[in-house]
């Protein structure tokens, strides 16, 4: 089709997690709308064109191969593409700051702010211009005064559209949403905007489905989700711990609580901590957001869900040595998973990287082998992984080895941490694993996924999350 047979055409800036995905479900869903996605990054462009795609997510590349070359398009023309874009998706990093005000907290909005004025200078007709990247409340605002400074005499109408989808389900969660959310100024402009954004979603989302909202109630939803969903893994793990110390079984507690329909059963799995990009910088976000305006307590309740997740990883690792006689100098330690979750290759803020961070500390030789990070992806060079990269901490490499199977990151080790819950670790041959290990033969299970009855009686001592020690409770 050419360009002037399509319904509608949509840009996307930033060729993500987030961009990739949902541009590739939108263009599966409208056959009729040209959907591009544009990236500075010609690697990454390349790689979205190509066989093998940046990001590994379930489903995607087979959305991807149906749709490329047909109405969805890559590309690193950025100009080119806005300017024949009747809506533009902006869809690009807002890391945490690192310095400067609100250091730590504060979402940097500063890739926002460059794609507002990228389309300012390029536009030559009217635009939808949506925030599909997590932003801190208000953020539309500024974006809207920046496209309203051209000298054109055009109107863009800014909407707020952000993702709710999970990383390993994302293509289920774009194809079948819970709910779709836009937010837009409550003018006649606005509304009208918002209804074509809508009509878009209306291709496969029912239209009850498709909420409306004013700016700010949308910007602030996607941080408040994200911090409720991060608040029940907290509160599961922080049951985890008196579980350990008081002999119950946090999988029956998360299970009986689970059962009020109040209370509902996801989100309530205890583990070694919640990662990803999203939950602790939302959360972080949302603490600065309270503090900005003077709601001090709010601010540190919600603090305390991030305080509880690095106890919970920290906690891990300290039991991890403890349990080794409080040495594990020189052993060699395997862990299975490095990605924060299953079905995904994303590391960002994953309790993988603190848990090796730690045993480095310890000196132990840590072997890892996951079946989706490749070994240049593991050490981002920025605060998503407790700051420890390559380039900062020597020894790192030398420290670390990526193992191509979960056996030979077994053979001769102290221990086996689970710290990613694969269905593949379920499935292995543990008697054989076992056999292949220094003894006494430790396993670590941080997602509670394995059979631990099967794993004591091949010779196993085991120690989990929330799971009573029989060593320490006999009588249970």
Same mark, same amino acid.
């Not at 040209?34 to 790689?47: E, G, H, N, P, T």
């Not at 379930?58 to 009747?86: H, M, Q, W, Y």
């Not at 077994?410 to 670790?425: N, P, Q, R």
């Given at each position: ?84 874009? /009747? ?194 910088? /939302? ?74 961070? /730690? ?10 082998? /996951? ?106």
């Amino acid at each position: 089709m050419s360009d002037a047979e399509y319904d509608l055409k949509i840009c996307c800036m930033g060729a993500g997690y987030v961009g990739g995905p949902t541009m590739a479900v939108i263009a599966k869903q409208c056959p009729k709308i040209r959907v591009c996605v544009v990236d500075l990054s010609q690697k990454q462009i390349d790689a979205w064109n190509s066989a093998d795609l940046p990001i590994y997510e379930p489903g995607l590349p087979e959305v991807v191969e149906e749709c490329r070359g047909r109405n969805l398009f890559f590309s690193t023309d950025i100009d080119g593409e806005i300017e024949k874009a /009747d809506i533009v998706f902006i869809s690009v990093n807002t890391p945490t700051k690192t310095q400067g005000i609100g250091a730590g907290r504060a979402a940097n909005i500063k890739n926002c702010e460059l794609c507002a004025r990228k389309i300012s200078e390029v536009s030559k007709s009217n635009k939808i211009v949506v925030e599909k990247s997590t932003v801190p409340v208000r953020t539309a605002e500024a974006v809207r005064r920046i496209l309203s400074c051209n000298n054109k005499g055009l109107d863009f109408q800014v909407l707020s559209n952000p993702e709710f989808l999970a990383e390993g389900t994302a293509i289920g969660d774009l194809m079948a949403p819970d709910r779709v959310l836009i937010g837009g100024q409550q003018t006649p402009e606005g509304l009208k905007a918002a209804e074509t954004l809508a009509s878009v979603y209306a291709n496969w989302v029912p239209r009850e489905q498709v909420l409306t909202t004013n700016l700010w109630s949308s910007e602030l939803s996607k941080l408040v989700a994200n911090a409720f969903l991060a608040q029940r893994v907290s509160s599961i793990n922080s049951i985890s711990a008196l579980c350990e110390a008081t002999g119950a079984d946090v999988s029956e507690i998360s299970r009986a609580v689970g059962m009020d329909d109040r209370i509902g059963k996801r989100f309530l799995q205890a583990s070694v901590g919640f990662g990803g990009s999203c939950f602790q910088k /939302d959360i972080l976000n949302l603490v600065y957001l309270c503090e900005t305006y003077g709601l001090d307590e709010c601010a540190q309740y919600w603090n305390h869900v991030i305080l509880m997740n690095d106890y919970q990883k920290k906690r891990f690792s300290e039991k991890m040595v403890s349990k080794m006689f409080n040495t594990v100098t020189g052993k060699k330690i395997s862990l299975l998973g490095f990605a924060f979750k299953k079905d995904t290759g994303d590391v960002r803020e994953t309790p993988s990287m603190f848990v090796v961070r /730690d045993l480095i500390l310890e000196k132990a030789n840590v072997h890892v082998y /996951d079946p989706q990070v490749k070994r240049e992806d593991m050490w981002l060079e920025m605060d998503y992984t407790c700051g420890v990269n390559a380039s900062n901490t020597p020894g790192l490499e030398e420290s670390v080895v990526t193992s191509p199977d979960a056996y030979s990151s077994c053979e001769g080790a102290h221990a086996v941490a689970i710290l990613t819950e694969w269905d593949e670790f379920k499935e292995l041959d543990y008697q054989k694993i076992y056999d292949s290990m220094m003894k006494p033969a430790f396993v670590f299970d941080g997602r509670n996924i394995l059979d631990h009855d099967k794993l004591r009686k091949i010779g196993f001592e085991v120690h989990a999350i929330g799971k009573p020690d029989p060593t320490a409770f006999d009588d249970l």
